[in-house]
């Protein structure tokens, strides 16, 4: 479909900022922003896809087969990650530390923990995976919900969710700096909220509103935004700044995933069906884990060798994109083989 097409797009260039505020630290927060518009996707794309709820979809097949999705992948990265980096080393802690840091990452509980020598071990972005096991298994009961509500209950639940970021910057002196940052970036039931925004965002898209009625809930979407951006100014320069990006992608990705499918001007055409950029949306996954793993070898590889910042950083991109196109087709074969086996029931592909 041309608009799955476009949405591919959007979640390239969100698995782009991500790559590139960890190659350039400078720009992490153009990285948090991509996070957060990954997520709010993810629950779009749930909703968009399954219009209705099927509830034989979310039997344990279907939980067999997102868990061979991620798991596999991530465990290899994790491993090999755990070969050059060492939490007693980078965090000061003794080896019995480390080990526990490895063990919370393997079993996918590290972000339940506000310490960042668990969280921040090893692949670095293996955070996010605590947050796709919880929405996996909330996913029946999230769509239960939205199946019930039309586009007006949605739009509620929309606004809600910014101004409990919001309300939460406005507390943020109850507890200190890194664990509010840790609650607000980290913690998988704080950051389901985004995933349940991305729902609420395909409803409204979906409901066949008249025009005027999609003029006026955007026309309130962008008082709300300036409210909100205003009072994050306001209130605080530290946690305001990363409340600002896990909140603000929710409004204009919401505006541009509504006009996404309408208009033709250049400028979408060029950045949302453009076809390298729909390329790392379908590889957006991979390249999500491994882009880390593949900068660190490549900087190891590559910095003696090549004097020129923009070719290094140029190779240093290919080579991820290279990389992690060719996990995803040998991923997608291998899960697919698994799951047949386990399964026995042939011709099933992994989704």
Not at 82 to 102: H, K, M, P, Q, W
Not at 223 to 234: A, H, N, R
Not at 246 to 269: F, Q, R, T, Y
Request: proline residues 3%; positive net charge.
């Amino acid at each position: 479909m041309k608009k799955i097409r476009k949405i591919q797009g959007l979640r390239g260039l969100a698995i782009s900022l991500v790559v590139i505020s960890h190659i350039f630290p400078a720009y992490n927060y153009a990285g948090a922003f991509g996070v957060s518009v990954f997520i709010g996707l993810s629950g779009y794309l749930t909703v968009f896809n399954a219009g209705v709820i099927n509830k034989a979809r979310y039997d344990w097949k279907w939980y067999i087969r997102k868990l061979l999705r991620i798991y596999p992948l991530y465990l290899t990265v994790t491993l090999i990650s755990s070969t050059y980096f060492n939490s007693s080393i980078v965090y000061g802690v003794d080896e019995r530390i480390n080990r526990i840091a490895l063990l919370m990452n393997i079993f996918m509980i590290q972000t339940y923990s506000r310490s960042s020598v668990y969280w921040g071990a090893f692949s670095q972005v293996g955070w996010y995976i605590p947050l796709f096991v919880l929405t996996m298994i909330l996913t029946p009961l999230i769509m239960r919900f939205l199946e019930k509500i039309d586009s007006y209950i949605a739009f509620v639940f929309l606004i809600i969710i910014l101004y409990m970021e919001f309300f939460l910057c406005i507390f943020e002196n109850i507890l200190d700096a890194e664990t509010m940052k840790w609650f607000i970036y980290l913690f998988p039931p704080f950051r389901v909220l985004e995933f349940i925004a991305g729902g609420c965002i395909a409803i409204i898209n979906r409901d066949k509103l008249v025009s005027r009625k999609k003029a006026i809930i955007a026309d309130i979407s962008i008082i709300v935004d300036l409210v909100l951006v205003l009072c994050l100014i306001k209130v605080s320069k530290n946690i305001g700044g990363l409340l600002f990006l896990n909140a603000v992608w929710i409004l204009p990705v919401w505006g541009l995933l509504a006009s996404l499918e309408k208009s033709s001007s250049k400028i979408v055409v060029f950045l949302f069906e453009n076809p390298f950029i729909s390329f790392i949306g379908d590889i957006s996954f991979e390249m999500f884990l491994c882009h880390l793993c593949v900068y660190h070898y490549c900087y190891i590889w590559f910095s003696p060798i090549l004097s020129s910042h923009f070719i290094f950083y140029l190779v240093i991109f290919v080579t991820i994109v290279v990389v992690s196109a060719l996990i995803h087709l040998l991923n997608k074969k291998i899960n697919s083989i698994v799951y047949n086996f386990l399964i026995k029931n042939k011709g099933i592909e992994i989704g």
